[in-house]
């Protein structure tokens, strides 16, 4: 412990060299000259003589700051070898020993990633971007190299988890585990609304944007932050679908634990659906704990892990066996009504992934593949993508039938809840839904998370053998559902 400590001081040491020496200034002017001379040769408009004197001037430039450069670098590495040599002369500690220990490429990695946080959050406290990381393309060049070092690969994300555990494992393992309670359904369904009703139920938990970008390490992550009492103003979803979010806001992120432990899962066309014998210990283990350490993010003594994730429709032969007595929560949707919400989705992000690089990268990171250019079908028995244009209505209905037929064939273990009883009475519905999870609800204003207008859509789009089979599955479904104190009446969604 003591080498480490004298490592730590020698790290700090040469992190004041680099700020004191002004080599990070230096090195950017650099750069600059260096992107000077290259814009000059690739510079049509430049004649020969012109361009050979930009290059000339840019050399010369390029040896004098590599000279400047090279004298501060050598002032940083005495600034951290004299900490070394003190207390190797004072007989702290050996200076072999504690070199050594820095050049361990696991030492290297983990100080390198806990100083770029540190140096991202003294950044953001000084000026904190308007979007912050709730956005889904944040504009800032800090928040998005801050995204993809954490995506960067899975060895980050394990690396990261470990460094938590070693530092918060014993306090988290205090906390007694929960059945959890797991939303899904196709996306559009209406698992948001029930995620934002149920988050705000007592003695629930779950992932929000405050857990971005480092969500493999939720408790080290809010640890770090901490000090910024980041505060973002609510903005508008990509989705364009009128829901605004903040960073205290739930989102789906934890498709990137299943990405993580089931990557072959992940085929180039589409996403296997996961069978019972999938079950993989070292996974549960890591969602048992993370229930554990976001209970302790919240300051609670015991939390149901509340998950809102649409790719655990793919999951749901796996779910009960990997999370006993688990809650899984599927809301229905009239089917035409989903569809097109579907395909105005499926194009909304066409648009914004072949807009914005960093937009299409952000969904595939966290995960979300259900549209656009990243649009990956999850592989339901009987769905052919080829059989339909994802531009059209009804390859979003007949992948449709095919989620929900794996719904129907798993209803037994599902909690089924009908998106226009959520319309009609929410507050019933709801109640009801909770009486089922055997969760209180407090004094919970349900009828605030859900629409009260008719769902209506245009039916006619449709191929009928289609809708009428898609119908078909929907009223069996329906009536397994759970249903509150008034009674079901006829369907309250339209078609025009």
């Known amino acids: 412990m003591t080498g480490f400590l004298v490592s730590l001081v020698a790290v700090l040491g040469f992190a004041a060299g680099l700020y004191f020496s002004g080599i990070v200034g230096t090195a950017r002017r650099v750069i600059a000259q260096a992107n000077a001379g290259l814009s000059a040769m690739l510079d049509s408009a430049l004649s020969d003589d012109d361009k050979e004197a930009a290059v000339r001037k ?20 005495l600034a951290a070898a004299l900490p070394l040599w003190g207390a190797d002369l004072l007989g702290i500690a050996v200076a072999q020993d504690v070199l050594d220990l820095m050049l361990r490429l696991d030492y290297i990695i983990g100080v ?4 770029i946080v540190l140096v991202w959050l003294l950044k953001r406290r000084a000026g904190p971007s308007e979007t912050g990381v709730v956005s889904q393309a944040s504009n800032t060049g800090g928040d998005r190299f801050l995204h993809m070092l954490a995506f960067s690969g899975g060895g980050i994300q394990r690396l990261m988890t470990r460094l938590e555990n070693l530092f918060f494992g014993r306090a988290a393992a205090g906390i007694p585990d929960r059945p959890p309670v797991l939303i899904t359904s196709l996306a559009r ?49 990509a989705h364009g679908d009128g829901l605004s979010i903040d960073l205290d806001s739930p989102e789906a992120f934890d498709e990137v634990y299943w990405k993580l432990y089931w990557p072959e899962k992940y085929e180039k066309d589409r996403i296997a659906l996961w069978t019972g014998s999938d079950l993989k210990p070292e996974a549960r283990s890591f969602f048992l704990a993370l229930a554990r350490k976001l209970t302790l993010v919240r300051r609670l003594d015991a939390a149901r892990y509340l998950s809102k994730n649409n790719a655990n429709i793919a999951r749901l032969a796996l779910l ?16 035409a009504a989903h569809a097109n919400s579907l395909l105005r989705q499926h194009e909304n992000f066409l648009k914004q992934q072949t807009e914005d ?60 809840i009908v998106q226009d009883d959520l319309r009609r009475t929410p507050v019933q519905t709801m109640q009801a839904l909770c009486r089922r999870l055997e969760m209180e609800t407090g004094e919970v204003d349900f ?9 209506e859509t245009d039916a006619s789009v449709f191929d009928p053998d289609l809708l009428a089979q898609a119908e078909q599955i929907y009223q069996a479904l329906a009536a397994r559902a759970v249903q509150g104190d008034t009674p079901r009446s006829e369907n309250h969604s339209s078609a025009v």
């Open 112 to 115: 390198s990633l806990v100083l």
């Open 357 to 416: 690089e960093f937009t299409k990268r952000y969904m595939r990171d966290i995960g979300h593949l259900e549209f656009g250019l990243l649009h990956k079908p999850i592989g339901f028995e009987g769905f052919d993508k080829g059989s339909h244009d994802p531009r059209s209505a009804n390859y979003w209905l007949a992948y449709w039938i095919a989620g929900f037929a794996e719904v129907q064939r798993h209803a037994e273990n599902c909690h089924i």
């Open 320 to 335: 009960p066996k990997m999370f006993e007595a688990c809650d899984i929560v599927v809301p229905l949707r009239h089917p």
């Open 58 to 77: 840019a050399g010369i430039a390029l040896v004098l700051g590599s000279g400047s450069l090279l004298w501060r670098l050598i002032l940083c590495l």
């Open 447 to 455: 009828a605030r998370y859900f629409r009260s207008t008719p769902d």
């Open 189 to 237: 369904g209406g698992t948001t609304a029930v995620l934002n009703a149920l988050n705000d139920v007592p003695q629930t938990v779950t992932l929000t944007y405050r857990e971005m970008p480092f969500v493999t390490a939720p408790l080290l992550w809010n640890r770090l932050s901490a000090p910024l009492k980041r505060k973002v103003e609510k903005q508008k979803r």
